[in-house]
Structure formats: structure tokens, C-alpha cells
């Protein structure tokens, strides 16, 4: 350009000095503004990822993926970052010398010198910072880098062409016969960003993803009530500091989002659904925790509703033990049994998924109307509110009273939800010794039910007088359960089988206190005929009253009755 204006001038230096510092600064301005009008329109777009696309050969490092896309995806830095939001990404980001060194090498393998990633001075011409918003916390400028001398060289960030250590220079995004021209890294995984403050605070303390059968037997009724259940549950859970992941799965799982808090397009995504053909669980799973494993969110949740059994991939006790992999690196699962359309196989169902749970985090449904009070129970869960948990296992009735407001599972006094919890089924699960293996399940855990298993869920805060009573002769068990402040359940007590008859009545407090008592009237005279206590994480132990302390009480009145009739004779 110099060269082109001091030729016009007929070789006149001064003038050519002072025409072409005008000129520069008047492209200088037209660039600016051309980029931050790019930028600007990028930015109309919504902020929050499209439905997480990672391609299959994506390279992954330290539980993020990374993938080097070329020429032809954008023709500027706006279109470029873009397309990584809708794969449900975000262009590259470098927070240490390893991750440099990862992605210079993961470059160069693939057959190019340089890429840019998400660094910018966009903001104010000045300052670089990540383009996400994450905290700049490292940097590795190549020599006199960054150089804003000239307009065409100071906007956006990418590795030194002519370096072999991986270190940065400053260029425009375009232009030159180069083989890195418009070469840029997308990035998927969380991450943490500036706050207003300046200081550095997560993105999200809780990643969930919500994880829907669309198999054929969800077609129409059942489908619709799960649709309105989910899209009521993103709107209470994303007021409760979560981001949410959909996950669908039929013959095979698909991921329907990437871990975003965009509740338009989470519901529009939901809206949408289909029902398809068979159930695959394993898949569901396995993707669900693919999702999660992106996030570096301090919790993570898999919130999984079924209403049958797989018919693709693992089943019974392998499903389980898979499950039990996923729980083991610290994720919470919570599931939803709703088998309104397989009473054939519901105790197989039932047991499946409450194995799969977390304990304490599994819930059943009786029809599809009800769906939409499990995932408010469940997002009530995950947004802090604490219950405690009770199982009683048969054949006994119970009933809880608070406030006018009674839970009752007697077929004649029957009610399920209340304002200070909720009473659900389940099938009894049995204790018996038949080894026979039927579809992949044990029958160790299945026998007529006469009575069904009671599930009670109430509210923290309170003390709760349980009645129970025996409908039958058989045995009981007991297990009341308390949740932590990380929302898990880990203070199990359990009473073991209890002896019941049709006369049995047992009362009890369902409270924090650090025992829980059963008083056991065995046979409805009115009077306990058995204590039994535990404690934190204990099993029921009979609580045992030396009767010689009743003689010696007993002694004492009597000896004060006879001393307090002497006293009242001698003064008269």
C-alpha cells in the first residue's frame, strides 16, 4: 500500500507519510467496524449450544473433545464460531501449557501449520479474552505478539505457522494461499467464566440429563403426558442453578442437546419427539453418562424414565452392574417406573429400575397422568428440597397424619399426595429361594403379592407419626432414610423381619433425631410388647428394660405411699 501511495505522490515522502497514515487509519476504522458488525450478528444468534454434535473422530483430552474443522465450514471468525455452537460446542479454548501442547500437536498431525481457536480483542480492540467468556488464565505468545500495529493484524488468535513450539500470533481470519486459511478448533466440555466481580465462578453447579423412552408402547396418551412432564420439569429445575442434557432412546440413544440452560429450545426439542420401536436402556445410559462426562460441574444427575423392559442391549443383573459403574464415578441416578402398559413384567420393571437408581431416588407412576408429579418431585429433589424416605415391606397398611392432611394405603381410605409428601407402590419383591432364571431376571426377589411395598416420601422438617398395621400373617421390613446437603441419601436405618399378624399395630416418628424407635404391639392390646432402635446407618436392635428396675420403682412408690399415709395419721 505504501508503495502504491508514494508512486501516485511522484515520489514525495512527506506527503506520502501523511497520506498513507490517513489511509490506514480510515481502514483501520472500516475494519473495526466490518468485524464487530460480523461479531454483532453472530451474537443475535441465541448464546447457549445447539444439540451436542461431537464428531466421531474428534479427539478427547482430559474429558473434553476437540475437532479441527477446515476451510470450507466459515468464511469468517462469526461463521466460525457459529457452526461450534451448533454442534453444541464452543470454539477452542487453551487454559495450560499440556492442553497447548495436545491441540499444536493434534494440528500438525492433521496436516496443517497453524488454527485459530476462541482468543480475541473484539471487546475493546485491546484486551484478549476467550470468546466464551472463561477466564484467561493462560497465554503463549510467539515473540512481539500480539501485534496490533496494523488493522489487518490484531483481531483473532492462532498458532505461529512458523514455530514449532506451539506458541500464538494475531491475524485476520482470511485471505492468503496458506493450507491453515479459515482452519479452526471447535471444543466441547464445561467450563468456568469471569463473573462481573472479576472473580472466577462456575458456570453451573449441577449437570442433569433428562433421559426419555420413546419406545412404540409410549406412542399417543402415554408420550404426550411425558412431553408436558419434561417441559414442566425444565422450567423448575433452571431456575435452581442447572444446566439440562436431553437424551432419547428407543432402538438406539440420541443425544437431542448438548448440557445448555436454553429452556425454548430444551421444550421445543421435547415437543418434537416421536415414539419409535424398541427399548434400549443401556444405550439411554451410556449416552446419558457420555454427556455428563463433557461437564465439570460439581454434580451430575441422570434423571431416566422407562415404561418397560430392554429388549435391546444389557438386561437384568448385567444392566444393573452397569448402572452400578455409572454411580460408582459419582453420578446420581434417579428413575421413573411407569408400567401402565406391561402388568405382565411390572415386578420385573420395578425391580430393574429401583436397582438402577440411586437408593432412595426411584419413583413409580400408576397412569400417565401422574408423570408430571414425579418430575416436580424430582426437580423439588435436585432443587434442595429434603425427604425423608420410608419403605415399608408388607403386609401391613400405612398412614401418615399431619395438619388435617392424611397418607393412607388402606383400599378404603386410599390417598397419595398430599402437601407434605407422597405414598406410592411398589410390588412386593419377595424373599423366596427359587433360583429359576426368566428372561434374564432371578426370582429370588419375586412371590405373589398379597400386599404391595409402601414408599412414603415426606417433606424434612417435622416429626410424623406412623401408624402401622398388619393385614396379614408375614414379616416386615422396615427402612427410613435421610438425605445429606448434596442431595444424596446416605443415613439408611432398617429393621428386619419383624414378625406381623392381622392384629399388629406398630407406632413410630419419622424425624432427623440420631435413633428411630418401632413400639410394637403385637397384639392389639394396647400395650407395646416390643422396642426396637437404630441408629445412623444401623440395623433395629431390641431395646432391652431390666425388670428389676420396674420391682425397685415399684418398691419406691409403694414406700412412699405407706410413709405419706404414717405422716398424715400422726398430725392428725
Known amino acids: 500500500m505504501y508503495e502504491d501511495i508514494n508512486e501516485m505522490l511522484d515520489g514525495d515522502i512527506d506527503v506520502t507519510k501523511k497520506y498513507y497514515n490517513q489511509v490506514g487509519r480510515f481502514y483501520d476504522m472500516y475494519h473495526n467496524t466490518l468485524v464487530k458488525l460480523n461479531h454483532l450478528e453472530a451474537s443475535l444468534v441465541d448464546d447457549e449450544p445447539g444439540p451436542l454434535n461431537i464428531p466421531d473422530s474428534a479427539v478427547e483430552y482430559n474429558g473434553h473433545y476437540y475437532y479441527l474443522c477446515c476451510n470450507n465450514e466459515a ?59 472463561e477466564l484467561l488464565i493462560y497465554t503463549k505468545w510467539a515473540k512481539n505478539e500480539p501485534d496490533n500495529t496494523f488493522s489487518d493484524y490484531g483481531y483473532y488468535v492462532r498458532f505461529n505457522e512458523n514455530a514449532k513450539d506451539g506458541t500464538w500470533k494475531v491475524d485476520t481470519f482470511s485471505g492468503g494461499e496458506t493450507n491453515f486459511n479459515n482452519v479452526f478448533l471447535c471444543e466441547w466440555g464445561d467450563y468456568s467464566v469471569t463473573g462481573n466481580d472479576g472473580l472466577k465462578v462456575t458456570s453451573k453447579k449441577r449437570d442433569i440429563v433428562l433421559t426419555l423412552d420413546i419406545s412404540a408402547s409410549m406412542d399417543g396418551i402415554p408420550l404426550d403426558e411425558t412431553k408436558k412432564a419434561a417441559a414442566k420439569f425444565v422450567d423448575s429445575i433452571l431456575n435452581k442453578n442447572s444446566n439440562i442434557g436431553l437424551v432419547s432412546y428407543s432402538d438406539e440413544a440420541t443425544s437431542l ?19 419409535a420401536e424398541n427399548t434400549n436402556i443401556e444405550d439411554g445410559l451410556s449416552r446419558a453418562y457420555s454427556m455428563l462426562q463433557l461437564g465439570q460441574s460439581k454434580k451430575k444427575l441422570i434423571v431416566l424414565m422407562s415404561d418397560g423392559l430392554p429388549t435391546l442391549g444389557k438386561d437384568g443383573e448385567e444392566l444393573i452392574k452397569y448402572a452400578e459403574k455409572i454411580k460408582d464415578q459419582g453420578v446420581l441416578i434417579y428413575t421413573l417406573g411407569f408400567f401402565q402398559n406391561t402388568e405382565e413384567y411390572k415386578a420385573e420393571g420395578q425391580y430393574l429400575m429401583e436397582k438402577i437408581a440411586s437408593e432412595g431416588c426411584h419413583y413409580e407412576v400408576s397412569s400417565s397422568e401422574d408423570l408430571v408429579f414425579f418430575f416436580e418431585d424430582v426437580a423439588g429433589q435436585i432443587g434442595g428440597q429434603k425427604y425423608i424416605y420410608v419403605k415399608v415391606a408388607c403386609p401391613v397398611d400405612v398412614s401418615v397424619t399431619y395438619k388435617g392432611e392424611t397418607l393412607s394405603s388402606a383400599e378404603n381410605d386410599q390417598n397419595l399426595r398430599t402437601s407434605f409428601g407422597t405414598l406410592s407402590f411398589r410390588e412386593n419383591e419377595g424373599k423366596e429361594n427359587n433360583e429359576e432364571e426368566s428372561s434374564g431376571y432371578s426370582n429370588t426377589y419375586l412371590k405373589e403379592a398379597d400386599s404391595k411395598v409402601k414408599i412414603l416420601r415426606l417433606k424434612e422438617g417435622t416429626d410424623y407419626n406412623i401408624k402401622i398395621n398388619g393385614t396379614s400373617d408375614g414379616e416386615m421390613d422396615y427402612t427410613i432414610g435421610f438425605v445429606n446437603d448434596e442431595g444424596e441419601y446416605n443415613d439408611f436405618r432398617r429393621f428386619e423381619d419383624i414378625d406381623i399378624n392381622k392384629d399388629t399395630v406398630i407406632d413410630t416418628v419419622a424425624n432427623t433425631s440420631k435413633k428411630t424407635l418401632l413400639n410394637i404391639d403385637e397384639d392389639g392390646d394396647g400395650k407395646y410388647d416390643l422396642k426396637l432402635q437404630a441408629g445412623v446407618n444401623g440395623y433395629g436392635e431390641e431395646v432391652k428394660i431390666d425388670r428389676g428396675i420396674y420391682i425397685i420403682l415399684a418398691y419406691a412408690f409403694i414406700s412412699a405411699l405407706i410413709i405419706t399415709i404414717i405422716v398424715r395419721r400422726i398430725t392428725i
Open 257 to 275: 442437546s448438548g448440557i445448555c440452560s436454553n429452556d425454548v429450545f430444551l421444550k421445543n426439542t421435547i415437543t418434537s419427539l416421536s415414539s
Open 75 to 133: 468464511e469468517d471468525y462469526a461463521t466460525a464460531e457459529n457452526y461450534c455452537k451448533e454442534q453444541g460446542g464452543y470454539l477452542a479454548t487453551i487454559t495450560s501449557e499440556k492442553e497447548n501442547k495436545f491441540l499444536f500437536n493434534y494440528v500438525r498431525k492433521k496436516g496443517y501449520s497453524s488454527a485459530y481457536f476462541g482468543l480475541n480483542n473484539l471487546k475493546d480492540g485491546k484486551a484478549y479474552q476467550w470468546n466464551n467468556g
